[in-house]
Nanobody, 114 residues
């Protein structure tokens, strides 16, 4: 069973960048499809970016061209590079690992504000 832990969140000004990391333990991350989701209070959790075991990627339309998901199976880590951040990107960001079951991390807060 895999465990995932997110890190890299914080406060950033509009137009800035952050890189989130999702570190896995307990299993080989290369076996899992991985996703980054985000949630704001009162709204449903939404998919931001997805990367398959074969490195196929998909993005929410709101982040396409600004965010990049990648994986380093040797480091058992998935990344979300976020550029040109906007206030509407403010949310708790969650990492998700999917094989036969779905495993979630505890989330990391991203706040985009001047």
């Amino acid at each position: 069973q895999v465990q995932v832990v997110e890190s890299g969140g914080g406060l950033v000004q509009p137009g800035g960048s952050l890189r989130l990391s999702c570190a896995a333990s307990g299993s080989n991350l290369g076996l899992y499809h991985m996703g980054w989701y985000r949630q704001v209070p009162g709204k449903q959790r939404e998919l931001v970016a997805f990367i398959s075991t074969g490195n196929f990627t998909n993005y929410a339309s709101s982040v396409k061209g600004r965010f990049t998901i990648s994986r380093d199976n040797g480091k058992n880590t998935v990344y979300l590079q976020m550029n040109t951040l906007k206030p509407e990107d403010t949310a708790v960001y969650y990492c998700n690992a999917r094989l036969n079951s779905v495993y979630w991390g505890q989330g990391t807060q991203v706040t985009v504000s001047s």
